[in-house]
């Protein structure tokens, strides 16, 4: 069976980066891609990006460059780092496991979720 | 426009048929993803694809696209359907992803 768990800070001062490691178990990070959604409080979902095993990332453009997806295959996890964070950034955030074909994607494993709250 | 418009919410009543929508231009090329949310927990995707149900799905999920239009339809709403719907798609551009704002399903 086929496991996500995100680990990391739940509080984060404002201007400084966030950092959430999903560690990857019953699975290969070797293959699908491997993404970070984010949840608003009381609020819908947002994708932040995705990476493949390989390396190759894909963000989404509204967080301008802030976001970078980094893969490590030896400890078959992957992580997330968001730079310059403001309370905006305060969500409960998600990795999980998908795939991207031509003319679908989908994600059918998700981590638990971690509330990180962004507060001097 | 890159974004997928879903009703806020939507009711059926216990037994009755369901459909939920996704409206977007990118979903005239690119199929939804749907995904279901209960409080308190992560989203567990019900159809992909043109409809594809992974396993576990109830076969009462079902899932279509007409135009700029994908839906979710429930069969036979059942109590323990009653949750948040999310649509998820690609951006008008194909290379980036994007949800929409989510539908909550009451079950009457």
Known sequence: ?120 | SSELTQDPAVSVALGQTVRITCQGDSLRTYYASWYQQKPGQAPVLVIYDKNNRPSGIPDRFSGSRSGDTASLTITGVQAEDEADYYCNSRGSSGDHLIFGGGTKLTVL
Do not use: H, M
């Open chain 1, 1 to 120: 069976q086929v496991q996500l768990q995100e680990s990391g800070p739940g509080l984060v001062k404002p201007s400084e980066t966030l950092s959430l490691t999903c560690t990857v178990f019953g699975d290969s990070i070797s293959s699908y891609y491997w993404s970070w959604i984010r949840q608003t409080p009381g609020k819908g979902l947002e994708w932040i990006g995705y990476i493949y095993y390989s390396g190759s990332a894909n963000y989404n453009p509204s967080l301008k460059s802030r976001a970078t997806i980094l893969v490590d295959t030896s400890n078959n996890q992957f992580s997330l780092k968001l730079t310059s964070v403001t309370a905006a950034d305060t969500a409960v955030y998600y990795c999980a496991r998908g795939e991207v074909l031509r003319y679908f994607e989908y994600f059918d494993y998700w981590g638990q979720g971690v509330l990180v709250t962004v507060s001097s």
